[in-house]
C-alpha cells in the first residue's frame, strides 16, 4: 500500500502565485543563460545527468514502489535505466544546437528551445518519467520545473535533486531544473495559466491533459490506452503467448502501452489459452470472471485500489487463488465497450475474446478502441503482411506493433519507434503530437531560406556562430552636472543611482 503522506497544507492563492512567480523567476534567468550553451557542453551535462540517474536507477524503483505501491521493484529498474543511460545512448549523436545547414534546398534551421517547460509526472512511471522529462528538456537547451503526483512526490523530488546537482557540477546555471515538493491544486493552476511558462508536457489522467489544454499555453498531452492484441493463424503460437504475458506483466501493467484485449482466431484460440498458461498465465473461470469484473469496476470507474498490484493479489481480492501468476486471464464472451473487461487495466488483467476470422477481428478491435484508446497503441501478431498492413490502416491508432509485447514495444523500447515515457496520440485521442515524445517536440525550428533561383548564390554559414557580430561600440554621452547633483538629505542614494544608469542604458539604445 502506498505510504500514508499527511495532506500538504493549502496554499492561499496568494501564497501559491508568489511561489510559482519565484520558482518560475529562477528557471528564467538560468534558460536565459543556458539558451547560449554550445553542443559539446550541453551533451556533457546530459552524460552526467544521465549516468548519475542510472546509478540511481535501483534505490529509487524500490522507493517509487515503497511510496506508491505499485508495480514491480526489478522492472522499474528496466524503465530507469532505460529513461537514463538508454535515453542519452539514443540521442547522443544527435545535435539539437548547432545550425542545420541544407546547401541543395538552400535553408539553414536554428534550433528554438521551448523556454521554460512545466512537466507533470505520473504516480504509475514516477520516475522513468521524470528522467525522460528532464533529460529531453535539458538536450535541448530547455529549464525545467517537475510537478510529481503526489503520491509519488518524495521520491520524484529526491530524483530531480540528483539530476540538478549532476548538470550543475557539469556547467550548467543553477535553477536549471527544479522540482514541486509539495503539489497543491493552487499552485499547479498558477504554474499552467503562468506566462512565464512556454511549454507544458502533461503525463497523467484525461483531467490532468484537459486541465493542461485548457491552460492557455502550449501543451503536450496524451490520451489514455487500451490496445487490442489480434492474434491470427500465422503466428507462432508460443512465442506469441510468452510475448503476451512478459508483456501484460511487465511492472504490473501500469504502462498505457500495456495491452487490453486478447482477439483470438477461433482456429487458433484454444491452442493459444493452452500456451498463455504454460507461460504463467492465470485462466479464469466463468465464476472467476464474474468476481474480477465485480472487483475491478465499480459505479465510479476503475477501483484505483488494483492499480499495479501483482496477479495473486487482485485474485485474492476477488475471491480465488492463483498462486505464481503473472498474469490473469479472463475469457469474455461480448467484445465491446459495454463489457467493463475489455477496457483500459493498469493491472495484470488480460481479456480474451474469440473472434471467427480476420475481418470480424478487424470490427472487435475497433468496437474495443470505440471509447478509449484512440490514437493510442494496438498490436498484432501474424506473419501475414497484407493483414497487418490492413489492420493498421482499421484501427485508429497510431502506433501498431508486430510480434511483440506492446508494453515495451509501442513505448519504443523493444522497436525503433522513438524511447518514451509520453505517448502522443494525435488527433483521433486529443493530443497535439501523434508520436512517441523525442526531443524534436522541445524545440521549433527558424528557417533561413534563400530564393530558390539558381542564380541567387547561397550564403556560406559553416564556423558561424549565432552571435558572431562584434559589439556596437557605444556612443559617449556627457549629462549636465545638474543631473548627477549629490542626494538631498534623506534622499536614497541608491534610487539616485538607477535613475543614472537607467538614462545611460536609454541614451545608448536610442543611439
Known sequence: MPEQ??????????VAAARAGQMLNTARWAVDRFSKTDAQIVKAIVKAMADAAFAKAGEYAERAVRETGYGRVEHKIIKNQGCSRGIYDKYADLDFVTP?????????????????VFALTPVTNPVATVYFKTILAILTRNAIIVSPHPGAKKVCADAVRTLSVAAQAAGAPPGLIQIVEEPTIPLIDHFMKSDEVDLIVATGGPAVVKAAYRSGNPAIGVGSGNAPVLVDDTCDLRKTAQYIVGSKGFDNSVLCTNESTILAFESVADRLLQQLKQAKAHICKPDEVKALRKLLFTEKGFNVEMIGKDASVIAEAAGFRAQNAEILVAPVDLIQPEEPLVREKLCPVLAFGRVADFHQGLAAARSVMRKSGKGHSAVIHSTDERRILAYANAVPALRIVVNVGCSLGASGFETNLGPSMTIGTGFAGGSSVGENLKPDNFINLARIAYNSSASEPFGVFEGLERDTLPPPTPSIHTFPVSTVSAPEDGQDVRAELRKLIQEELKAILVA
Open 100 to 116: 542545420r545547414i541544407d546547401h541543395a534546398k538552400k535553408t539553414v534551421e536554428l534550433a528554438r528551445p521551448a523556454g521554460v
Open 5 to 14: 503522506n499527511s495532506a500538504p497544507r493549502m496554499l492561499t492563492p496568494d
